[in-house]
T-cell receptor
Framework: EAQVTQNPRYLITVTGKKLTVTCSQN?????MSWYRQDPGLGLRQIYY???????DKGDVPEGYKVSRKEKRNFPLILESPSPNQTSLYFC???????????????FGPGTRLTVL | LAKTTQPISMDSYEGQEVNITCSHN???????ITWYQQFPSQGPRFIIQ???TKVTNEVASLFIPADRKSSTLSLPRVSLSDTAVYYC????????????FGKGTRLSVIA
């Protein structure tokens, strides 16, 4: 089944304790992205990757890191989480075929993170 | 970055047509307009996409005027299962620019 998976689905942690949220897709997609979703603010892009070893900042990258060593995986790293990073996080992937186009993004199920 | 503005919420009765408008005054020449649907506890799901004029698929229509500064998602004859949050997105993911979603419109369908 074609899908985007995220782990963990739920996480409660404390301020300053490094954590990683994994994201994996089995559709051979080039483009992958992380979003956070907060009440009243909608979806905001954190980082995105056009392909392996290529990552770029989204709208709200502060406090986050990503890496893209393999095409299928795009982990989100919080080196020193703070309470304002408590949020619902979504990973998404899509093809990146052709220039100047938008290709449907497929979203994972989400990771609910609480930082105390 | 193209900024989008949508109504926060809308109510509708079952069987009615619902139109949700998104404003995107500074849309770039190459940007596409895409709409997503999100149910509670799930990730967003693609509904429809367009560049200009009108696009129709099996679930919705998308109307885009010539100036492309707004777009309207039209849901024909809504049912209770269409209760969800609908997001407008302007941009493209084949270039080196971030994607910007609107804040979403919460549609409540009433029996």
């Amino acid at each position: 089944e074609a899908q985007v998976t995220q782990n963990p689905r739920y996480l409660i942690t404390v301020t300053g304790k490094k954590l990683t949220v994994t994201c994996s897709q089995n559709m051979n997609h080039e483009y992958m992205s992380w979003y956070r979703q907060d009440p009243g603010l909608g979806l905001r892009q954190i980082y995105y990757s056009m392909n392996v070893e290529v990552t770029d900042k989204g709208d709200v990258p502060e406090g986050y890191k990503v890496s893209r060593k393999e095409k299928r995986n795009f982990p989100l790293i919080l080196e020193s989480p703070s309470p304002n990073q408590t949020s619902l996080y979504f990973c998404a992937s899509s093809t990146s075929a052709g220039a100047l186009s938008y290709n449907e993004q497929f979203f994972g199920p989400g990771t609910r993170l609480t930082v105390l | 970055l193209a900024k989008t503005t949508q109504p926060i919420s809308m109510d509708s009765y079952e069987g009615q047509e619902v139109n949700i408008t998104c404003s995107h005054n500074n849309i770039a020449t190459n940007d596409y307009i895409t709409w997503y649907q999100q149910f509670p506890s799930q990730g967003p799901r693609f509904i429809i996409q367009g560049y200009k004029t009108k696009v129709t698929n099996e679930v919705a229509s998308l109307f885009i005027p010539a100036d492309r500064k707004s777009s309207t998602l039209s849901l024909p004859r809504v049912s209770l299962s269409d209760t969800a949050v609908y997001y407008c997105l302007v941009g493209l993911n084949s270039g080196n620019t971030p994607l910007v979603f609107g804040k979403g419109t919460r549609l409540s369908v009433i029996a």
